[in-house]
C-alpha cells in the first residue's frame, strides 16, 4: 500500500498535469457540444456565450497538444513559439466571448430586447473588454517577435515584464467584471424565486456559472500575479493556473448547459413581446384613424403617431407586474420610430360599412405617388421575425415576417 502511494508522489508533475488536462478538455468538450445542441431557437442571445465555450474547448485542446510537445521535447523552436502564441490568442477571445455572453443571457431572462440602459452598460463592458484583450494580443504579439528577433536579453525580458503587468491588470478588470455580475445574478436569482413564474431553475444554473467565472477570474488575478516573482518554480505556477482555470472550466459549462432553456419550450418572453407588438398596431391604427378622422384628414408623419400613442402610454401608472410587457411596448415605438419615423400613413382600398378606408400603408413622405405600389403595410410593418413557431408567415423583401 504504501509502495502505491509512494509511486503516486513520484510521477512526473508535468506528466500528470497533461493527463489531467486531457481529461478536461475531454469533459469540456461533451459539455459544450450538450449545450449547442439543446439551445433554444428563441434564445439566440446565448450564441455568442456557445462561441465562447466553443473556442475554450479549442484552447484546452490546443493547449494540451502545446504541452505535450514542451514536455517531449523541452528544445523550444520558433514554430512551436508561435504555435503558443496561437493557443493564448484562443484563450484570450474565449473569455471575453463568455463573459460578455453571459451577461447578455442574464439580461435576456428579463428582457426579450434589452432597454436602452443594459444596450450602453453591454456595449460600454463589452468595448472595455475587448480593448484591453486587443491590447494583451499586442503585447503577447510584441514578446514573442522580440523573443525570436533579437538576442537583447534586456529588451525581451522588459517586453515580457511589461506584458506580464497588463496581464495582471486585464485578469483583475476581469474579476472587478465578474464580481459585479455574480452580485448582479445572485440578485436576481433570488427575487425570482418569489417574483417571478418562469425560468427560476434556469436562471439559478445562470447564477451559477457567473459563480464559476468570478472563482476562474480570482484565481486568474492570484496566480498571474505570482508569475513575475517566482521564475524558479514558474513551471509548477503555470500548471496550478492551468488546473484552477481547467478545474472551474467544466464547473463553468455543466452549469452553463443547462442554463439556456432547451429546444422545445414555450418562451413566455416571446408570447409577451408578440402580445406588446399586437397591442402596438392597434394603437397606430386607432391614433391614425383618430387623427385623419377615419381617413378623410391628411395623417401626420409616423413620428408624430408614435410620439402621441409613447406619451399616453408614459402617463399611464404601470403595476410591478406589468413592467415587462410596458417596456416591450416603448422599445417597439422606438424601433418603429427608427425604421419610419418620417414615413406618411396612406389609406388604401374600399371602406368598410362606417364608410371608413380600412387599409392603412406606409410612403415616404412627399412621395404619395408611390402608394399604390407600396407594400409595406403597418400589419407588416410590426412583424416580427420568430423562427420556429408555428404561426403564419408571410415574405417581406427576402425575409419571412410574421403577419400581425
Keep these: 500500500m504504501y509502495d502505491y502511494i509512494g509511486l503516486i508522489f513520484t510521477i512526473d508533475p508535468g506528466l500528470g498535469c497533461i493527463s489531467f488536462e486531457a481529461l478536461v478538455a475531454f469533459i469540456v468538450t461533451l459539455a459544450v457540444l450538450f449545450a449547442v445542441v439543446r439551445r433554444s431557437k428563441d434564445w439566440p442571445e446565448a450564441i455568442r456565450l456557445h462561441i465562447g465555450l466553443v473556442l475554450l474547448s479549442a484552447w484546452l485542446i490546443t493547449h494540451w497538444i502545446d504541452e505535450v510537445i514542451s514536455h517531449t521535447d523541452p528544445d523550444v523552436t520558433a514554430y512551436f513559439q508561435i504555435y503558443s502564441m496561437l493557443t493564448h490568442f484562443i484563450r484570450i477571445v474565449s473569455d471575453v466571448l463568455i463573459i460578455t455572453g453571459l451577461w447578455r443571457v442574464i439580461i435576456r431572462y428579463d428582457f426579450l430586447r434589452p432597454l436602452k440602459v443594459d444596450l450602453f452598460a453591454d456595449t460600454l ?10 491590447i494583451h494580443i499586442v503585447l503577447l504579439t510584441a514578446t514573442t517577435g522580440t523573443w525570436l528577433g533579437d538576442v537583447d536579453l534586456d529588451k525581451v525580458n522588459s517586453v515580457a515584464r511589461a506584458r506580464s503587468a497588463f496581464e495582471v491588470t486585464y485578469t483583475a478588470v476581469q474579476f472587478c467584471a465578474m464580481l459585479v455580475m455574480s452580485i448582479y445574478a445572485c440578485s436576481r436569482a433570488t427575487e425570482r424565486q418569489t417574483g417571478c413564474p418562469y425560468y427560476n431553475k434556469e ?3 445562470m447564477s451559477h456559472a457567473a459563480f464559476a467565472l468570478l472563482l476562474r477570474s480570482f484565481c486568474e488575478v492570484v496566480i498571474a500575479g505570482q508569475l513575475d516573482r517566482a521564475h524558479r518554480h514558474i513551471f509548477d505556477t503555470q500548471r496550478a493556473r492551468d488546473v484552477m482555470y481547467g478545474l472551474f472550466s467544466i464547473y463553468l459549462v455543466w452549469v452553463v448547459a443547462f ?6 419550450k414555450e418562451d413566455p418572453l416571446v408570447e409577451k413581446d408578440c402580445s406588446a407588438v399586437a397591442e402596438i398596431k392597434r394603437l397606430i391604427e386607432e391614433k ?17 403617431v408614435l410620439n402621441g400613442i409613447e406619451a399616453t402610454l408614459k402617463a399611464q401608472t404601470v403595476p410591478a407586474e406589468g413592467q415587462q410587457e410596458y417596456f416591450m411596448k416603448l422599445n417597439e415605438i422606438a424601433r418603429l420610430r427608427k425604421l ?4 406618411e400613413p396612406v389609406y388604401k382600398g374600399g371602406s368598410n360599412t362606417d364608410g ?3 387599409v392603412i400603408q406606409l410612403v415616404e413622405k412627399n412621395d404619395r405617388s408611390v402608394a399604390e405600389a407600396q407594400e409595406t403595410g403597418v400589419g407588416r410593418m410590426v412583424g416580427r421575425l420568430w423562427h420556429g413557431r408555428d404561426k403564419q408567415k408571410e415574405p417581406v423583401g427576402d425575409t419571412p415576417r410574421e403577419t400581425v
Design 340 to 343: 419610419y419615423g418620417n414615413w
Design 356 to 358: 371608413q378606408n380600412e
Design 288 to 304: 391614425i384613424a383618430e387623427v385623419t378622422d377615419g381617413g378623410k384628414n391628411t395623417a401626420p408623419t409616423m413620428a408624430s
Design 125 to 134: 463592458f463589452s468595448s472595455v473588454l475587448w480593448v484591453l484583450a486587443g
Design 203 to 205: 436562471f439559478t444554473y
Design 259 to 264: 442554463a439556456v432553456p432547451e429546444k422545445g
